[in-house]
């Protein structure tokens, strides 16, 4: 029985893992060839192949009408972003007793990263299933797309690889596809954990598909900070919480799907979204204190980033 619930899960995030850095590889290479510039690439493509895995998650878990775990997939999600990945990134680089400093570009989107995390505490707060919160939503990150792409600096540009690939355009539809099954897979593995363990949606939400889909992240910022890249980590982090906030927590609305919301109530996620709102802050502080003067990667506030996540274990439970 156990074997038969955790199996789903296993192969699913084994797959995710190759998935999301494929369809991440391949969609930066079309975006290229379609003439899109390197930090318009960055801040939508690379972001949106991020939160790709908690999409995916989050439509299998609305067609089952699991409100509180899709939910629980969005918090998670970008509790573990800012503590898990970005906990793991200046730990590391604490360890190797490196200096840090931030483009002060940077600072316009850690205003929208904070802005983001409140609208969506007001939806969540609100009505987060209904049509017209997805509407704003949606409006709300076309507003920040436009104006990444308005305020396209060469300061943010990045270095892509050049590389020649054949057949981007099929190679590019399989990693998708695979990206699919792989979250279908995750969503059908804590279905079975919701069942057969007796655990709220809740809590598999927060935990099961929130880890789940954030492991490629971790893996690939504690290589980004092994090879001292940690601005990169930094500015993929913000852009795939600004896109889980206003995209991923719009999908459950397009759905229409009065269902999701039966057994919904707001107290049992306010502590949770005080710890979101409370690591958004001390992220957002430190990143901006960065721009001002390079610093030395703090182990403290590494180790306090990391087990933030895991405090906040006990209130999701």
């Known amino acids: 029985?156990?074997?038969?619930?955790?199996?789903?899960?296993?192969?699913?995030?084994?797959?995710?893992?190759?998935?999301?850095?494929?369809l991440e590889r391949y969609s930066v290479i079309a975006a290229k060839d379609f003439g899109?510039?390197?930090?318009?690439?960055?801040?939508?493509?690379?972001?949106?192949?991020?939160?790709?895995?908690?999409?995916?998650?989050t439509f299998f878990a609305g067609l089952e009408n699991k409100g509180s775990m899709i939910i629980g997939n969005v918090i998670g999600s970008n509790v573990a972003n800012l503590s898990l990945?970005?906990?793991?990134?200046?730990?590391?680089?604490?360890?190797?007793?490196?200096?840090?400093?931030?483009?002060?570009?940077?600072i316009p989107n850690l205003v929208i990263l904070l802005v983001a995390t409140i609208l969506m505490w007001f939806f969540i707060?609100?009505?987060?299933?209904?049509?017209?919160?997805?509407?704003?939503?949606?409006?709300?990150?076309?507003?920040?797309?436009t104006f990444w792409y308005k305020t396209n600096s060469a300061d943010f540009q990045e270095n892509l690889e050049e590389s020649y690939e054949?057949?981007?355009a099929l190679k590019l539809i399989g990693s998708l596809s695979l990206l699919i099954f792989s979250a279908w897979l995750i969503t059908k593995g804590a279905t079975n954990i919701l069942n057969t363990l007796d655990l709220g949606e809740l809590f598999v939400g927060y935990t099961v598909l929130a880890i789940g889909t954030s492991l490629p992240e971790i893996a690939a910022a504690s290589s980004l900070?092994?090879?001292?890249?940690?601005?990169?980590?930094?500015?993929?982090?913000?852009?795939?919480?600004?896109?889980?906030?206003?995209?991923?927590?719009?999908?459950?609305g397009l759905m229409n799907r009065p269902e999701?919301?039966?057994?919904?109530?707001?107290?049992?996620?306010?502590?949770?979204?005080?710890?979101?709102?409370?690591?958004?802050?001390?992220?957002?502080v430190y990143i901006y204190q960065l721009?001002?003067?390079?610093?030395?990667?703090?182990?403290?506030?590494?180790?306090?980033?990391?087990?933030?996540?895991?405090?906040?274990?006990?209130?999701?439970?």
């Open 260 to 284: 999701m919301s039966v057994g919904w109530n707001y107290g049992d996620w306010s502590s949770l979204l005080l710890i979101l709102l409370f690591i958004t802050v001390v992220f957002t």
């Open 36 to 57: 899109m510039s390197p930090f318009f690439i960055g801040s939508t493509i690379i972001a949106f192949g991020t939160s790709a895995p908690e999409m995916l998650t």
């Open 1 to 22: 029985m156990i074997l038969t619930t955790l199996l789903p899960i296993t192969l699913g995030i084994a797959l995710i893992w190759i998935s999301a850095e494929k």
């Open 166 to 168: 054949r057949f981007v």
């Open 225 to 252: 900070a092994v090879k001292g890249r940690y601005e990169t980590v930094a500015g993929t982090l913000i852009g795939s919480n600004i896109f889980n906030g206003l995209c991923v927590l719009a999908i459950p």
């Open 291 to 317: 721009t001002k003067e390079p610093k030395k990667a703090n182990l403290v506030l590494g180790i306090i980033f990391l087990s933030t996540y895991f405090i906040s274990l006990g209130f999701a439970y």
């Open 125 to 145: 707060a609100t009505n987060p299933f209904s049509l017209r919160t997805s509407a704003v939503l949606l409006l709300a990150l076309i507003a920040v797309i």
């Open 85 to 106: 990945v970005f906990g793991t990134t200046l730990f590391i680089i604490a360890l190797r007793k490196q200096t840090i400093l931030q483009n002060i570009s940077i």
